[in-house]
Protein backbone atom coordinates (compact mmCIF):
# COMPACT_ATOMS: atom_id res chain seq x y z
CA UNK A 1 0.00 0.00 0.00
CA UNK A 2 1.01 3.69 -0.84
CA UNK A 3 2.11 5.72 2.69
CA UNK A 4 0.05 8.71 2.57
CA UNK A 5 1.36 12.05 2.31
CA UNK A 6 2.03 13.22 5.81
CA UNK A 7 -0.07 15.22 7.94
CA UNK A 8 1.53 17.57 10.20
CA UNK A 9 1.03 19.29 13.88
CA UNK A 10 1.91 22.67 12.61
CA UNK A 11 4.55 23.11 9.57
CA UNK A 12 5.42 26.23 7.43
CA UNK A 13 2.75 27.48 4.99
CA UNK A 14 4.60 30.41 2.94
CA UNK A 15 2.25 32.80 0.85
CA UNK A 16 0.67 32.13 -2.35
CA UNK A 17 1.90 35.26 -3.68
CA UNK A 18 5.19 34.31 -2.96
CA UNK A 19 6.20 37.62 -0.85
CA UNK A 20 8.76 35.77 1.23
CA UNK A 21 11.13 35.07 -2.09
CA UNK A 22 11.08 38.72 -3.34
CA UNK A 23 12.38 39.76 -0.06
CA UNK A 24 15.08 37.22 -0.48
CA UNK A 25 15.62 37.91 -3.53
CA UNK A 26 16.09 41.95 -2.53
CA UNK A 27 18.57 40.66 -0.10
CA UNK A 28 20.72 38.66 -2.40
CA UNK A 29 20.31 41.87 -5.30
CA UNK A 30 21.95 44.23 -2.49
CA UNK A 31 24.51 41.36 -1.44
CA UNK A 32 23.32 41.60 2.24
CA UNK A 33 23.57 38.30 3.22
CA UNK A 34 23.95 39.51 6.58
CA UNK A 35 22.84 39.77 10.23
CA UNK A 36 21.67 43.51 9.37
CA UNK A 37 20.60 45.07 6.52
CA UNK A 38 17.09 46.39 4.83
CA UNK A 39 15.21 43.54 5.54
CA UNK A 40 15.91 43.00 9.34
CA UNK A 41 15.51 46.86 9.95
CA UNK A 42 11.71 46.85 7.92
CA UNK A 43 10.98 43.39 10.02
CA UNK A 44 11.41 44.93 13.26
CA UNK A 45 9.50 47.98 12.10
CA UNK A 46 6.73 45.95 10.77
CA UNK A 47 6.27 43.93 13.15
CA UNK A 48 6.06 46.46 16.01
CA UNK A 49 3.80 48.47 13.92
CA UNK A 50 1.74 45.05 14.11
CA UNK A 51 1.32 44.80 17.51
CA UNK A 52 1.36 48.16 18.27
CA UNK A 53 4.86 48.44 20.28
CA UNK A 54 7.51 51.35 19.70
CA UNK A 55 10.58 49.28 19.34
CA UNK A 56 11.81 45.51 18.75
CA UNK A 57 15.30 43.36 17.79
CA UNK A 58 15.15 40.72 15.24
CA UNK A 59 16.95 38.23 17.27
CA UNK A 60 18.37 34.65 16.25
CA UNK A 61 15.96 32.84 17.69
CA UNK A 62 13.23 33.00 20.69
CA UNK A 63 14.93 31.66 23.17
CA UNK A 64 17.58 34.38 22.26
CA UNK A 65 14.89 36.99 22.84
CA UNK A 66 14.07 35.63 26.36
CA UNK A 67 17.88 35.54 27.00
CA UNK A 68 17.91 39.52 26.41
CA UNK A 69 14.97 40.09 28.06
CA UNK A 70 15.79 39.11 30.98
CA UNK A 71 19.47 40.37 30.74
CA UNK A 72 17.78 43.64 30.04
CA UNK A 73 15.88 43.50 33.07
CA UNK A 74 18.94 43.18 35.03
CA UNK A 75 18.53 39.74 35.87
CA UNK A 76 22.09 38.24 37.19
CA UNK A 77 23.42 35.93 39.30
CA UNK A 78 21.60 34.58 42.27
CA UNK A 79 18.36 36.55 41.40
CA UNK A 80 15.04 34.71 41.35
CA UNK A 81 12.72 34.38 38.46
CA UNK A 82 9.22 33.04 38.62
CA UNK A 83 8.40 31.24 35.66
CA UNK A 84 5.59 29.58 34.10
CA UNK A 85 5.95 25.38 34.77
CA UNK A 86 3.52 24.83 31.73
CA UNK A 87 5.36 25.23 29.07
CA UNK A 88 8.18 24.77 26.77
CA UNK A 89 11.38 24.26 28.37
CA UNK A 90 12.91 26.92 26.37
CA UNK A 91 10.96 29.87 28.47
CA UNK A 92 12.88 28.65 31.23
CA UNK A 93 16.65 27.70 30.13
CA UNK A 94 17.73 31.58 30.08
CA UNK A 95 17.19 31.98 33.48
CA UNK A 96 19.78 29.38 33.87
CA UNK A 97 21.59 31.16 30.88
CA UNK A 98 21.71 34.40 33.38
CA UNK A 99 22.99 32.30 36.84
CA UNK A 100 19.56 32.95 38.25
CA UNK A 101 16.97 30.85 39.72
CA UNK A 102 13.52 29.68 38.64
CA UNK A 103 11.04 29.04 40.72
CA UNK A 104 7.60 27.77 38.84
CA UNK A 105 4.00 28.38 38.81
CA UNK A 106 1.49 26.38 38.48
CA UNK A 107 -1.12 27.23 35.83
CA UNK A 108 -4.90 27.82 36.62
CA UNK A 109 -7.75 25.90 34.47
CA UNK A 110 -9.49 28.87 33.06
CA UNK A 111 -6.60 29.60 30.97
CA UNK A 112 -4.10 26.92 31.38
CA UNK A 113 -1.41 29.36 32.10
CA UNK A 114 -0.03 30.83 35.34
CA UNK A 115 -2.35 30.73 37.87
CA UNK A 116 -2.67 34.29 39.52
CA UNK A 117 -3.47 33.04 43.04
CA UNK A 118 -0.36 30.79 42.67
CA UNK A 119 1.66 33.66 41.42
CA UNK A 120 0.59 35.68 44.87
CA UNK A 121 1.55 33.05 47.17
CA UNK A 122 5.17 32.90 44.98
CA UNK A 123 5.41 36.68 46.18
CA UNK A 124 4.74 36.30 49.63
CA UNK A 125 7.34 33.59 49.75
CA UNK A 126 9.91 35.43 47.86
CA UNK A 127 9.13 39.23 48.19
CA UNK A 128 12.93 40.21 46.32
CA UNK A 129 12.02 38.39 43.15
CA UNK A 130 13.22 39.73 40.19
CA UNK A 131 11.16 39.30 37.12
CA UNK A 132 8.13 37.15 36.03
CA UNK A 133 7.88 34.92 32.84
CA UNK A 134 4.52 34.62 32.10
CA UNK A 135 3.45 32.34 28.58
CA UNK A 136 0.42 32.66 26.31
CA UNK A 137 0.27 28.62 26.04
CA UNK A 138 -0.73 27.30 22.32
CA UNK A 139 -2.16 30.73 21.86
CA UNK A 140 -4.36 31.05 24.44
CA UNK A 141 -3.89 34.41 26.33
CA UNK A 142 -2.83 34.25 30.50
CA UNK A 143 -5.02 36.31 32.75
CA UNK A 144 -2.72 39.26 32.22
CA UNK A 145 -4.73 41.87 33.97
CA UNK A 146 -4.13 40.01 37.66
CA UNK A 147 -0.60 39.36 36.88
CA UNK A 148 0.47 42.49 35.80
CA UNK A 149 -1.52 44.27 38.76
CA UNK A 150 0.85 41.92 41.12
CA UNK A 151 3.73 42.49 39.32
CA UNK A 152 3.08 46.08 39.94
CA UNK A 153 2.70 46.51 43.25
CA UNK A 154 5.58 44.85 44.12
CA UNK A 155 7.75 46.82 41.28
CA UNK A 156 8.43 43.44 39.46
CA UNK A 157 9.39 42.97 35.87
CA UNK A 158 7.32 41.36 33.54
CA UNK A 159 8.50 39.17 30.38
CA UNK A 160 5.57 37.96 28.55
CA UNK A 161 6.88 34.62 26.37
CA UNK A 162 4.30 35.37 23.25
CA UNK A 163 6.20 32.66 21.28
CA UNK A 164 3.01 30.97 20.75
CA UNK A 165 0.74 33.53 20.51
CA UNK A 166 1.64 35.96 17.55
CA UNK A 167 -1.45 37.65 16.28
CA UNK A 168 -3.78 36.77 19.72
CA UNK A 169 -5.70 39.54 21.80
CA UNK A 170 -5.86 40.14 25.15
CA UNK A 171 -9.17 42.53 25.73
CA UNK A 172 -8.51 43.65 21.73
CA UNK A 173 -4.49 44.55 22.53
CA UNK A 174 -2.07 42.11 20.89
CA UNK A 175 -0.38 39.68 23.31
CA UNK A 176 3.10 40.85 24.04
CA UNK A 177 2.61 44.42 23.94
CA UNK A 178 1.43 44.26 27.75
CA UNK A 179 4.68 42.61 30.13
CA UNK A 180 7.67 45.35 30.03
CA UNK A 181 9.29 43.04 27.53
CA UNK A 182 7.20 40.50 24.87
CA UNK A 183 9.24 37.77 23.13
CA UNK A 184 8.32 36.02 19.84
CA UNK A 185 9.44 33.11 17.62
CA UNK A 186 10.14 31.97 14.17
CA UNK A 187 10.44 28.87 14.52
CA UNK A 188 9.79 26.28 12.01
CA UNK A 189 6.58 25.42 13.49
CA UNK A 190 5.34 28.53 14.89
CA UNK A 191 2.08 30.57 13.21
CA UNK A 192 4.52 32.55 11.07
CA UNK A 193 8.31 31.26 10.30
CA UNK A 194 11.37 32.38 9.25
CA UNK A 195 12.79 28.52 9.73
CA UNK A 196 14.60 30.34 12.69
CA UNK A 197 14.26 33.52 14.64
CA UNK A 198 12.77 35.93 16.90
CA UNK A 199 11.76 39.32 18.15
CA UNK A 200 11.79 41.14 21.35
CA UNK A 201 9.65 44.04 21.64
CA UNK A 202 10.18 46.58 24.72
CA UNK A 203 6.95 48.52 26.09
CA UNK A 204 8.02 50.97 28.02
CA UNK A 205 5.76 53.91 28.84
CA UNK A 206 8.53 55.97 27.47
CA UNK A 207 8.90 55.60 24.21
CA UNK A 208 12.74 56.61 24.80
CA UNK A 209 13.29 54.24 26.91
CA UNK A 210 12.34 51.35 25.30
CA UNK A 211 14.70 52.71 22.44
CA UNK A 212 17.25 52.84 24.60
CA UNK A 213 16.43 48.92 25.64
CA UNK A 214 16.26 47.85 22.42
CA UNK A 215 19.53 49.42 21.37
CA UNK A 216 21.06 48.07 23.99
CA UNK A 217 20.32 44.66 22.87
CA UNK A 218 20.80 45.23 19.51
CA UNK A 219 24.51 46.06 21.24
CA UNK A 220 24.58 42.98 23.32
CA UNK A 221 23.47 40.90 20.39
CA UNK A 222 26.31 41.70 18.48
CA UNK A 223 29.04 40.91 20.26
CA UNK A 224 29.39 44.21 22.55
CA UNK A 225 31.63 45.56 20.56
CA UNK A 226 31.88 49.29 21.83
CA UNK A 227 31.88 52.03 19.29
CA UNK A 228 35.97 52.12 19.00
CA UNK A 229 37.62 51.54 15.32
CA UNK A 230 39.88 48.54 17.25
CA UNK A 231 38.03 45.45 18.43
CA UNK A 232 37.10 46.77 22.20
CA UNK A 233 34.77 45.15 24.34
CA UNK A 234 33.45 46.97 27.93
CA UNK A 235 30.79 43.68 28.42
CA UNK A 236 29.83 40.14 27.44
CA UNK A 237 28.82 39.85 23.53
CA UNK A 238 26.65 37.57 22.13
CA UNK A 239 25.85 36.38 18.53
CA UNK A 240 22.30 36.84 18.49
CA UNK A 241 21.07 38.87 15.22
CA UNK A 242 18.82 37.76 12.86
CA UNK A 243 19.95 36.96 9.33
CA UNK A 244 18.91 39.53 6.52
CA UNK A 245 18.06 36.33 4.87
CA UNK A 246 15.82 35.27 7.04
CA UNK A 247 14.24 38.64 7.76
CA UNK A 248 13.11 38.90 4.31
CA UNK A 249 10.99 35.09 4.92
CA UNK A 250 9.81 37.27 8.03
CA UNK A 251 8.36 40.54 6.38
CA UNK A 252 6.66 38.11 3.54
CA UNK A 253 5.10 35.97 6.20
CA UNK A 254 3.92 39.06 8.22
CA UNK A 255 1.57 39.96 5.36
CA UNK A 256 -0.15 36.45 6.08
CA UNK A 257 -0.52 36.57 9.83
CA UNK A 258 -3.79 37.47 9.99
CA UNK A 259 -4.93 35.07 7.49
CA UNK A 260 -2.94 31.70 8.97
CA UNK A 261 -4.85 32.95 12.26
CA UNK A 262 -8.56 32.89 10.57
CA UNK A 263 -7.60 29.45 9.67
CA UNK A 264 -6.47 28.10 12.76
CA UNK A 265 -9.36 29.47 14.48
CA UNK A 266 -11.54 27.42 11.90
CA UNK A 267 -9.55 24.48 12.66
CA UNK A 268 -10.43 25.24 16.19
CA UNK A 269 -13.59 25.71 15.51
CA UNK A 270 -13.83 22.16 13.80
CA UNK A 271 -12.47 20.30 16.39
CA UNK A 272 -14.96 22.07 18.95
CA UNK A 273 -17.62 21.17 16.80
CA UNK A 274 -16.67 17.57 16.06
CA UNK A 275 -15.97 16.87 19.94
CA UNK A 276 -19.03 17.98 21.49
CA UNK A 277 -20.60 14.81 21.18
CA UNK A 278 -18.03 12.84 23.12
CA UNK A 279 -17.85 13.37 26.72
CA UNK A 280 -14.83 12.55 27.44
CA UNK A 281 -13.10 14.80 25.12
CA UNK A 282 -12.71 18.05 26.59
CA UNK A 283 -11.74 20.97 24.13
CA UNK A 284 -8.86 23.46 25.72
CA UNK A 285 -10.44 26.58 27.03
CA UNK A 286 -11.36 29.91 25.18
CA UNK A 287 -13.07 33.25 26.43
CA UNK A 288 -14.30 36.09 25.49
CA UNK A 289 -11.26 38.81 26.42
CA UNK A 290 -9.46 36.53 24.65
CA UNK A 291 -8.99 36.34 21.11
CA UNK A 292 -6.64 33.25 20.45
CA UNK A 293 -4.60 32.96 17.34
CA UNK A 294 -5.20 28.84 18.03
CA UNK A 295 -1.84 28.13 17.31
CA UNK A 296 -2.41 24.26 18.53
CA UNK A 297 -5.82 23.23 19.23
CA UNK A 298 -5.47 20.69 22.01
CA UNK A 299 -8.02 18.32 24.00
CA UNK A 300 -8.48 16.59 27.46
CA UNK A 301 -9.40 13.16 27.98
CA UNK A 302 -11.52 12.50 30.80
CA UNK A 303 -12.22 8.88 31.99
CA UNK A 304 -9.74 5.70 31.43
CA UNK A 305 -10.76 3.96 28.45
CA UNK A 306 -9.17 6.22 26.10
CA UNK A 307 -5.61 7.84 27.29
CA UNK A 308 -3.50 10.26 25.23
CA UNK A 309 -1.41 7.63 23.92
CA UNK A 310 -3.77 5.80 22.55
CA UNK A 311 -4.67 8.43 20.38
CA UNK A 312 -1.62 9.45 19.14
CA UNK A 313 -0.73 6.25 18.73
CA UNK A 314 -4.39 6.00 16.33
CA UNK A 315 -3.33 8.89 14.43
CA UNK A 316 0.81 7.73 13.89
CA UNK A 317 -0.76 4.95 12.47
CA UNK A 318 -1.93 6.86 9.48
CA UNK A 319 0.67 8.91 9.06
CA UNK A 320 -0.85 12.02 11.31
CA UNK A 321 1.06 13.56 13.51
CA UNK A 322 -0.19 14.60 17.37
CA UNK A 323 2.11 15.80 20.09
CA UNK A 324 1.75 15.28 24.35
CA UNK A 325 0.88 18.62 25.82
CA UNK A 326 4.46 20.29 26.95
CA UNK A 327 5.80 18.42 30.18
CA UNK A 328 5.83 21.01 33.08
CA UNK A 329 9.13 22.32 34.00
CA UNK A 330 8.79 21.46 37.53
CA UNK A 331 8.58 17.60 36.29
CA UNK A 332 11.75 17.79 34.69
CA UNK A 333 14.57 16.19 36.23
CA UNK A 334 17.38 19.42 34.81
CA UNK A 335 15.00 21.59 37.24
CA UNK A 336 14.12 18.83 39.79
CA UNK A 337 15.76 21.12 42.50
CA UNK A 338 13.72 24.56 41.80
CA UNK A 339 11.20 25.42 43.99
CA UNK A 340 7.38 25.20 42.73
CA UNK A 341 4.13 26.77 43.91
CA UNK A 342 0.77 25.32 43.31
CA UNK A 343 -2.32 26.55 42.69
CA UNK A 344 -4.63 22.34 42.61
CA UNK A 345 -1.84 20.12 40.09
CA UNK A 346 -3.20 21.63 37.39
CA UNK A 347 -0.62 21.96 34.85
CA UNK A 348 0.32 18.30 35.86
CA UNK A 349 -3.53 17.14 35.43
CA UNK A 350 -3.19 19.23 31.99
CA UNK A 351 0.51 17.44 30.98
CA UNK A 352 -1.45 14.15 32.11
CA UNK A 353 -4.78 13.95 30.05
CA UNK A 354 -3.77 15.95 27.39
CA UNK A 355 -3.32 15.70 23.50
CA UNK A 356 -2.33 18.59 20.75
CA UNK A 357 -4.09 17.91 17.68
CA UNK A 358 -3.03 18.48 13.80
CA UNK A 359 -3.14 22.61 13.77
CA UNK A 360 -1.87 22.91 10.23
CA UNK A 361 -2.82 26.08 8.14
CA UNK A 362 -2.30 23.89 5.27
CA UNK A 363 -5.06 21.09 6.18
CA UNK A 364 -8.12 20.09 4.41
CA UNK A 365 -11.77 19.49 5.37
CA UNK A 366 -11.48 16.10 4.36
CA UNK A 367 -8.48 15.71 6.16
CA UNK A 368 -9.76 17.60 9.13
CA UNK A 369 -12.74 14.37 8.95
CA UNK A 370 -10.60 11.99 9.14
CA UNK A 371 -8.15 13.30 11.73
CA UNK A 372 -11.89 13.17 13.75
CA UNK A 373 -13.34 10.08 13.00
CA UNK A 374 -10.23 8.15 13.65
CA UNK A 375 -10.00 9.85 17.11
CA UNK A 376 -13.90 8.97 17.76
CA UNK A 377 -13.13 5.71 16.25
CA UNK A 378 -11.47 4.62 20.12
CA UNK A 379 -14.70 5.38 21.92
CA UNK A 380 -16.74 2.81 19.69
C1 LIG B 1 9.04 28.02 20.51
C2 LIG B 1 8.99 28.53 21.89
C3 LIG B 1 10.07 29.25 22.43
C4 LIG B 1 11.42 29.36 21.79
O1 LIG B 1 11.48 29.88 20.56
P1 LIG B 1 12.70 29.50 19.59
O2 LIG B 1 12.54 30.48 18.48
O3 LIG B 1 12.48 28.09 19.15
O4 LIG B 1 13.96 29.68 20.33
C5 LIG B 1 9.93 29.79 23.69
N1 LIG B 1 8.83 29.61 24.39
C6 LIG B 1 7.77 28.91 23.93
C7 LIG B 1 6.57 28.76 24.77
C8 LIG B 1 7.84 28.32 22.66
O5 LIG B 1 6.82 27.59 22.23
Redesign the pocket.
Known amino acids: MKTLPRIYLASPHMSDEGFEKQYIQAAFDSNWIAPLGENVDRFEQELADKVGSSHAAALS??????HMALKAAGVGQGDIVFCQSL??S??ANPIIYQNAIPVFIDSEPDTWNMSPDALEKAFAKYPNVKAVIV?H?YGLAADLDRIMELCRKHGVCLIE?A??SLGTLYKGRYSGTFGDYG?F???G??IITTS???MLVANQKDSAVAAERIAKVRFWATQSRDSARHYQHSELGYNYRMSNVLAGIGRGQLKVLDQRVTKKRQIFEFYTQAFSTVAEIKMMPANDWSYSNCWLSCITLSGSRVRPLDVMLALEAENIESRPI?KPMHLQPFFRDCDYIDHAGIAQRIFENGVCLPSDTKLTLEELQKIVSIIKKLWH
Open positions: CGTAAITFASVLDAEVSFNNKGGGW
